[in-house]
């Protein structure tokens, strides 16, 4: 059974750099695309970052979060520098997403459950 349990949330101030964490189980993920995404209260599921043999984002978080993967250990990571309160949602994690539509939930197989993160400023 596939599992992808991210870490790394909390209340942050703004300006920190909390790095996220996603950690996924059942099978290997080293040649897949895969992404994060975030949700706000009263918004649609967002498009954060994504990475396979290159990396993709959203361009408000260019130049201030970086996706990055370690596929010997099934993790993926999701660095943010500079949050702002803009930043707060719920992150997601998720897996096997399509290389040709990379910033679309809809072609992604797998889901975490997410993870908070709560900027203050």
């Known amino acids: 059974q596939v599992q992808l349990v991210e870490s790394g949330g909390g209340l942050v101030q703004a300006g920190d750099s909390p790095r996220l964490s996603c950690a996924a189980s059942?099978?290997?993920?080293?040649?897949?695309?895969m992404g994060w995404f975030r949700q706000a209260p009263g918004k649609e599921r967002e498009f954060v970052a994504a990475i396979n043999w290159a990396s993709y984002y959203v361009d408000s978080v260019k130049g201030r979060f970086t996706i990055s993967r370690d596929s010997a250990k099934n993790l993926v990571y999701l660095q943010m520098n500079s949050l702002k309160p803009e930043d707060t949602a719920v992150y997601y994690c998720a897996a096997d997403g399509s290389r040709w539509d990379p910033r679309n939930p809809n072609k992604y197989s797998y889901w975490g459950q997410g993870t908070q993160v709560t900027v203050s400023s």
């Open positions: 059942g099978r290997t993920f080293s040649n897949s695309l």
